[in-house]
Every structure is written in C-alpha cells, then in structure tokens.
C-alpha cells in the first residue's frame, strides 16, 4: 500500500471550475499521469509481505506512473486516503454493477476513468451550451 496526497478531493482545471463539485480534472504530478476515477470497489488485496486482506474502497484517482499503478480513494474499513497497487489487486468486484474480475483489472479501471471521462466532457459541453443560450436573454 502507498501513501497518497488527498488531491483528487479538491477540483482543479478548467472542467472543474464549469462543474461544481466535478472531480479534479487529469493531471500530471511529476513523472505521475493522475486520471480521475469515481466508483466503490470491493478489493482482494496482497500486500508487499504476501498477506490478503479485503478492502471496500471508494475510489478518487487513477496513478500511472514509472513501473506501476496505483488506485487511490477513501478506505471504509482503515479510514483515510489509501492507495493500492493495481497489481497486488487479486479480485475486484464493481459495487455498481456487481462485475467481478481477477484478470485484467487495469484495463477495466482505465477503460472506466475513460468513460467517466468522456461522460464529464459531454456534460461540460451541455452545461456550457445552456448558458450561451440563456446568455442572450438576459442581456434584454
């Protein structure tokens, strides 16, 4: 388990700012690629000594960096912001949908951070859309 910066609780970029209360927007944090990620997800995970422990986390970020991924996001169970390496991640099982896989966890969790993604851009898009539309109105 690694330690992470309480970061993705505060909203930041420009997406951010059009949304409150949206997640922070992807960043960079040196060598870091920091995605953001929503979602509770039942964990089987092994730590660095070989021992198993079952975690609920609800996830905040995604962290690819040099040689690892990390998934970070609040642990019901110890408290406080947690991170895990995705690939001592033995079994994920998705709150929302019940999905459970032990093989290919990464691509789930990147193709879901790119979803989420792609859902925030669209409604960055209508919200900004509605207020150009109503700007006209109240200038008369």
Do not use: C, N
């Not at 927007?25 to 953001?36: D, H, I, K, T, Y």
């Not at 991170?83 to 990464?106: C, K, N, P, S, Y």
């Not at 790119?114 to 109503?134: C, I, K, M, S």
């Amino acid at each position: 388990m690694h330690a992470f910066f309480a970061s993705a609780a505060a909203p930041s970029g420009p997406s951010a700012e059009a949304l409150p209360g949206a997640p922070a927007a992807e960043r960079q944090e040196g060598a870091w690629r920091v995605l953001p990620l929503e979602g509770t997800f039942d964990l089987v995970y092994e730590d660095g000594t070989g021992a198993w422990s079952a975690r609920r986390l609800e996830a905040r970020e995604l962290k690819l960096g040099p040689g690892r991924t990390l998934i970070g996001g609040i642990d019901r169970g110890r408290g406080g912001y947690r991170g895990f390496r995705v690939d001592r991640i033995r079994r994920l099982t998705d709150g929302a949908t019940g999905q459970r896989v032990e093989t290919g966890i990464l691509d789930l969790l990147l193709g879901r951070a790119e979803a989420q993604r792609r859902e925030r851009a669209a409604l960055a898009r209508r919200v900004a859309g509605r207020a150009r539309r109503a700007a006209p109105r109240r200038a008369a």
